[in-house]
């Protein structure tokens, strides 16, 4: 691999890591300073909404600037707003303190969605020699390799310091991911795309331009709703697995970080698989989205760590792989001028359901069992997938159906 793409790919990797630090730091926190996975599913909730509530206007930017300069500036305003929440929390104390850590976990999000439908928008150009998919799993990867390290460091990281040391930590390696990319910006000579703007488009335009794509074009809104339902159960899985894992079952935070780390290592092992062979039709969405509705099942009905810990390894792993396919079907039907703003919106309706699993277990979560609530947004979410999955067949259908005349 030439030195500039490992330079692309170590970006990726440290901002992963960082990011991985924060979504492993907030819910631990919050459960070890409340002990409440109601209050937990809260934090969550914050979290996850403004992540994903800041992708409409995120996608619009992507349209109207170049992607790469807010790729960076995503990693930057990252290490800003760790700074800014360090400083907050040497200043107050007790709850203050837990909202800020909150506060600072939903600023991050914010910007690491404009950083990563960015990324959406450079992958098919940077390696234009390559198979989407291979690209797309690649990426994934260094995303992986950031979740495999980025539990342990953490877990490692609290044993030594206090949370805001944690923080600081976060902080750091996004101005190093950025660093990372600043080199490969100056080696690469990959031409990226010029971003469309005209000065005379009002802001709602183009949401509108892309609501219009995912109404019309063929199977759209059924695969909005078949990726909710795998978001719900992702949601769900994420917002109670702090509670779960050192609450309900009493493992320690060395045990939950070791959970995520081997569901990271589970998740590079199926990408793995994902980028050397070819799939035909949509084997790929399939087998991804039975993967997570079984291990959703598994989380809610477990009673033993080692049966939860297999139904958590299967949501995200599986969530992984469904990823890949999504966002390679995306990159076919979305025209490309039109691409930043319409996954910009697309990634908003696919990702609703994650703040509202942790909503959900804010109001239904008893103590640190969370399993009713799992059990029930599970079957809700295997209900609405089926549901998509039959729209979009019913599309792709009518669209591919023989026409008389006469």
Not at 139 to 157: F, H, N, T
Not at 256 to 278: D, I, K, M, N, R
Not at 289 to 307: C, E, H, M
């Amino acid at each position: 691999m030439r030195a500039e793409h490992l330079s692309f790919y170590l970006s990726l990797l440290l901002s992963r890591l960082a990011d991985q630090i924060l979504l492993f730091l907030v819910p631990l926190v919050v459960y070890q300073q409340t002990q409440s996975a109601a209050w937990t599913g809260v934090a969550f909730f914050v979290e996850t909404l403004a992540r994903f509530a800041a992708c409409p206007v995120c996608g619009v930017l992507c349209d109207r600037r170049p992607a790469l300069g807010l790729l960076r500036a995503s990693q930057t305003l990252r290490a800003v707003a760790c700074v800014v929440g360090l400083l907050a929390a040497w200043t107050f104390s007790g709850h203050i303190a837990l909202g800020v850590l909150v506060l600072v976990g939903a600023a991050c999000g914010v910007f690491t969605t404009q950083g990563l439908i960015a990324r959406e928008v450079m992958l098919p150009h940077i390696f234009p020699e390559a198979r989407l998919e291979k690209v797309i799993a690649h990426a994934q990867i260094a995303d992986q390799l950031g979740m495999v390290a980025g539990p342990l460091l953490a877990a490692a990281a609290l044993a030594l310091l206090p949370w805001q040391g944690v923080l600081a930590c976060s902080g750091v390696l996004f101005l190093v991911a950025d660093g990372f990319l600043l080199w490969w910006q100056r080696a690469s000579t990959a031409v990226l795309p010029t971003p469309r703007f005209n000065p005379l488009e009002r802001w709602w335009q183009p949401m509108g331009t892309a609501l219009a794509h995912i109404w019309t074009l063929p199977g759209f809104r059924g695969m909005v709703v078949v990726t909710a339902a795998v978001n719900l159960v992702l949601g769900v899985t994420l917002a109670t697995a702090a509670a779960m894992v050192t609450g309900l079952l009493q493992q320690s935070t060395a045990a939950y970080a070791t959970l995520q780390t081997g569901a990271a290592l589970a998740t590079v092992v199926v990408l793995a698989l994902v980028a050397h062979l070819h799939w035909r039709g949509h084997s790929m969405g399939l087998l991804s989205f039975a993967g997570v509705l079984v291990g959703g099942i598994l989380t809610a009905i477990g009673s033993s760590y080692a049966v939860y810990a297999l139904g958590f390894l299967l949501v995200i792993s599986f969530d992984k792989m469904f990823s890949v396919y999504i966002r390679a079907w995306r990159q076919r039907i979305i025209p490309p001028a039109d691409f930043g703003k319409t996954s910009g919106m697309v990634i908003l309706l696919n990702n609703l359901t994650q703040p509202l699993a942790g909503l959900a277990v804010g109001l239904g979560a008893q103590g640190a069992d969370a399993s009713g609530v799992i059990g029930v947004l599970s079957s809700i979410a295997a209900l609405a997938g089926l549901a998509g999955l039959w729209m979009v067949r019913t599309a792709t259908a009518s669209t591919t159906a023989p026409t008389t005349s006469g």
